[in-house]
């Protein structure tokens, strides 16, 4: 895993409901729940959202309602494709009697209020949000930070849980990306403090610390050279 600390990845622009390109071919759209506001819900997804526990079905029709958003932005014409879970629980468009069909990389996360989703156009993709956790301990911090742990467990309290939020959205996306949950050990992921781009198994990622106003990270497969 290799890790920059530039300020400047993407085009600048913030991340909001809306969706912000952060690297050719890779979108990412987030916002609070309340900002998404009402709207009526795909078919597939309420019958979805019926299968959970009532508590969940709310963060569950919000996430689908923002990456259906994002989708009508960038791949309008897969916006009303049936969504359904891979094998590892992974989400994928359902292309239905087209299997040709070349579809994106898709991904949704939420925590509290907040909610994040990704669109890839030429591959896998895993985007993470993560409000700052109102307890921290330090053998966490140990556990996800490893050798970096110290420079963590030093900041201020409200800092540190910051920090480990962004850490944590790193690789959290990129675990997800891979398909393989935390199943894939996502706090042996090297991550430095302040970083803000990397590699991992196959997958850049992406921090996007100076783009949300909470931690939001987002792993892909890179736009192929021709």
């Known amino acids: 895993m290799t890790a920059g600390t530039r300020a400047d990845a993407g085009d600048g622009l913030d991340v909001t409901a809306d969706g912000a390109e952060i690297s050719p071919g890779v979108w990412v759209a987030s916002a609070a729940r309340a900002d998404l506001g009402d709207a009526l819900a795909h078919p597939g997804d309420l019958a979805d959202a019926g299968t959970r526990p009532r508590w969940r079905r709310t963060e569950f029709l919000a996430g689908r309602h923002l990456l259906r958003r994002l989708l009508r932005r960038v791949r309008p014409d897969l916006a009303a494709l049936p969504l359904r ?3 590892a629980g992974k989400p994928r468009l359902d ?5 040709d069909l ?3 990389g898709i991904t949704i996360s939420h925590d509290g209020d907040r909610i994040a989703a990704a669109v890839c156009a030429h591959g896998d993709v895993g985007v993470d949000v993560q409000l700052p956790p109102d307890r921290l301990t330090d053998s966490t911090v140990r556990r996800c930070l490893g050798s970096h742990a110290p420079k963590v467990t030093a900041l201020p309290r409200a800092w540190r849980a910051r920090e480990f939020a962004w850490v944590w959205t790193v690789q959290e ?4 990306a891979a398909g393989t949950g935390m199943a894939g050990r996502p706090w ?3 991550v430095p403090p302040g970083a803000v781009s990397g590699h991992w198994g196959g997958f850049a990622w992406l921090s ?3 783009r ?3 931690p939001l990270s987002c792993a892909f497969h890179t736009a192929p050279h021709w």
């Open 85 to 87: 879970a891979d094998p």
């Open 95 to 99: 292309a239905g009697g087209a299997p």
């Open 102 to 104: 070349a579809l994106p």
């Open 173 to 176: 996306a990129c675990v997800k």
């Open 188 to 190: 042996s992921i090297d």
């Open 208 to 210: 996007l610390r100076t």
């Open 212 to 214: 949300s106003p909470v």
